[in-house]
């Protein structure tokens, strides 16, 4: 401790993620894909580290002060970090009567339960540059409502629990990537041919009604040939094309599974797909289970 400061060790740099002992020990909740914590001042890691989660961390009382990737940023009441994967984190104090929320996301969780967003590129160069930002006191006691009740989740175990926790959280991300746009959209920038056409299949993705399983139509309607497209892709978003697609169709089949009461074949027919045998198949590969037995999981949880 250094006056009303605390203060970390330099040592060499360590990778951190959600499985990290130092942040289960403090979090009040963490099942390895979305973690919450409340008292970071608490936090025994060694700085420097480099983060392989994505984290926002809003300052509610106190400051903070942190080296993001050898840039210095202090944070006050009603400002946020965001921090992405392969920042290093280093030379941070809080004062004494520092509080926070922390929400800690694995990459994989986010590709999970996230549809990709055209916009990422946006949003990654932005805060790679801009890791703190100040919110509206509106948007503050969104970010405090969606946080408490997470919390409140986490404290009810049910069958249906990991459900409504991924739910929330996709919706407390809708929500704080609006509110993030405002922040985000402050300096336009240009874009390479690569982002262009990647934000291009996104948006042809989403009008496409209904969605085609095939990435060689996309490349076509794009123009280009599907190993440019695929290279494209993992370069903007890190999946190929095929798991881009998969992540909309699959929505679509939980819709569809859920909401409507066409048969498991109209179902298929609707979605574009060959045939009864390919849809299972397809259900079978992403899901785990039939078709039939995925609608019964669905209806069970409503």
Not at 123 to 146: G, S
Not at 161 to 185: H, P
């Amino acid at each position: 401790m250094h006056g009303t400061k605390k203060w970390y060790a330099m040592t060499n740099i360590k990778k951190v993620n959600l499985a990290d002992e130092e942040i289960s020990q403090i979090a009040i909740y963490n099942n390895g894909e979305l973690a919450l914590i409340d008292n970071l001042s608490d936090i025994a890691l060694a700085l420097p580290v480099k983060s392989e989660i994505y984290v926002i961390v809003l300052v509610l009382d106190g400051k903070a002060s942190v080296r993001i990737d050898g840039m210095q940023y202090e944070a006050h009441k009603d400002d946020i970090f965001i921090c992405l994967p392969d920042n290093i984190i280093d030379g941070g104090l809080v004062s004494i009567d520092f509080r926070c929320c922390m929400v800690g996301v694995s990459p994989d969780y986010l590709q999970r339960i996230a549809p990709v967003s055209e916009n990422l590129w946006d949003a990654k160069a932005f805060f790679e540059k801009n890791p703190k930002c100040t919110l509206f006191p509106v948007e503050v006691t969104t970010f405090i409502q969606y946080y408490d009740l997470l919390r409140s989740k986490i404290h009810l175990p049910t069958p249906v629990q990991g459900k409504v926790i991924d739910t929330l959280a996709l919706a407390f991300l809708y929500d704080m990537q609006y509110v993030l746009s405002r922040v985000v959209q402050v300096e336009p920038r240009s874009y390479s041919s690569g982002e262009s056409l990647f934000k291009r299949f996104v948006q042809l993705i989403e009008a496409s009604e209904p969605k085609y399983q095939s990435v060689a139509h996309y490349a076509e309607s794009l123009c280009v040939t599907p190993k440019y497209l695929a290279a494209v892709c993992k370069q903007a978003s890190g999946l190929t094309p095929s798991r881009i697609i998969d992540k909309y169709v699959l929505k679509e089949i939980e819709y569809m599974m859920k909401h409507s009461d066409k048969s498991i074949k109209e179902i298929a027919t609707r979605l574009n797909f060959s045939n009864i045998s390919f849809f299972g198949k397809y259900v079978k590969k992403h899901l785990g289970v039939s078709p039939r037995d995925y609608r019964l999981r669905l209806l069970k949880e409503t």
